[in-house]
């Protein structure tokens, strides 16, 4: 892991921040011959910058990455999937095709490993779950290596033959104009063996269907879209090649009383005319449990009482949202006997409680306005 203060991935690279993909593809290949280990043995400094415009390049030659840097910087990009290198062998596994055969055969053995396919997995969990984390238990059908022949594809005690195309290499080259262009060998895909005898169990493809079970860890703070990434989970590489990864994809169900928006969190409270008018203390359940408040006399319907930290914990760790508590005064649609005839009683004072030199209340001015 890279840890620390970074650099500005424009400086490493030294670029404008509004330069396009072929410029910044073009400096990144000038830097990395430059301070390629190849070339500077043993040489921990150069090293170091490697990995650094490495890692640079990583993030501005993806539109996607690029974009998220440049609105949040380096933080933009924590949990995004987004992962610094370690070595070498995944900066060339990642874009080893930009040093071309600049570097000869011996890194090329390297680069013919292919990373395993990612998966995704739709997780539908619960609105509470979302805001307070949570773990999962999840089965997932993948490919995974034949236990049988060892992922080798052959019947057990057979082996594979070499591949008489590419004599094992597993590319065959050609030249075009100037250069030497290294492509898979069409015999045996790359894999530079032929095998002959094939295992039973997984018709010589090595790899073979099956069930797994894993645990997700559900951080709080989730929504639904949110992505967790299980690495390794994916499905099998080859030719050596690391797995791929898999991706959770969470969906959030809805709450019958809680509507979420991004971090903050409403909530509906439902009051009668009278404590909208003469005030009143209502306890509810937040998210952390009981809150109280006192609503003040006169309060309007659809007037919001913020509790500030009470709502969603943020994700990447930026404190918590707040909690809106939204009063609805609601109008009474069955009356008793008695219920009506206060209410009676109270259209008729306001019918006449005009009081003079006070400003007139609103219903006051639109009965102006009227006659
Ligand atoms: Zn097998
Ligand atoms: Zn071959």
Redesign the pocket.
């Known amino acids: 892991m890279v840890t620390g203060n970074k650099r500005d991935y424009y400086s490493v690279l030294g670029v404008d921040r509004d330069a396009d993909q072929q410029s910044i593809k073009q400096i990144y290949r000038k830097l990395a011959l430059k301070y390629h280990p190849d070339r500077n043995p043993g040489n921990k400094e150069a090293e170091d910058r490697f990995k650094e415009i490495s890692e640079a390049y990583q993030v501005l030659s993806d539109p996607a990455k690029r974009q998220k840097y440049d609105q949040f910087g380096h933080q933009g990009l924590d949990g995004s999937g987004f992962q610094p290198f370690t070595g070498f062998d995944e900066i060339f596994e990642s874009f080893g095709d930009i040093f071309g055969d600049f570097f000869g055969g011996g890194r090329r053995t390297r680069s013919r490993a292919v990373k395993g396919d990612d998966l995704r997995y739709d997780l539908v969990i619960d609105f509470m779950d979302a805001i307070k984390g949570s773990e999962r238990e999840i089965e997932i059908e993948k490919l995974a290596f034949c236990d049988t022949c060892g992922g080798s594809g052959c019947k057990p005690g057979s082996s594979p033959r070499t ?1 008489p ?2 004599n094992g290499i ?1 590319q065959v080259r050609r030249s075009q104009g100037f250069f030497m262009i290294s492509t898979p ?1 069409p ?2 895909h790359g894999s ?1 063996h032929i095998i002959s005898d094939p295992c039973t169990a997984c018709s010589g493809l090595g790899k073979v269907e099956k069930r797994k079970r894993l645990t997700v860890k559900i951080p709080p703070g989730v929504d639904s879209g949110s992505r967790i990434r299980l690495r390794g989970e994916g499905e099998p590489g080859s030719l050596g090649g690391p797995n791929g990864d898999l991706y959770i994809i969470l969906r959030v169900k809805e709450h019958a009383l809680f509507q979420r928006n991004g971090d903050d969190v409403l909530l509906e409270y439902p009051i009668t005319f009278s404590q909208a008018a003469l005030g009143t203390t209502i306890e509810f359940e937040g998210l952390d449990g009981k809150e109280s408040v006192t609503v003040p006399a006169g309060t309007q319907s659809g007037k919001d009482i913020i509790f500030k930290g009470k709502g969603v914990r943020n994700l990447r760790g930026y404190g918590s949202g707040d909690l809106y508590l939204r009063v609805i005064v609601v109008t009474p649609t069955r009356l008793s006997g008695r219920e009506k005839e206060i209410f009676e009683e109270l259209s008729q004072l306001e019918g006449t409680a005009v009081h003079p030199g006070k400003k007139k209340s609103i219903f006051e001015k639109i009965k102006d306005s009227i006659s």
Do not use: H, T
């Open positions: 591949c195309q590419c597993g060998c015999q045996c530079g």
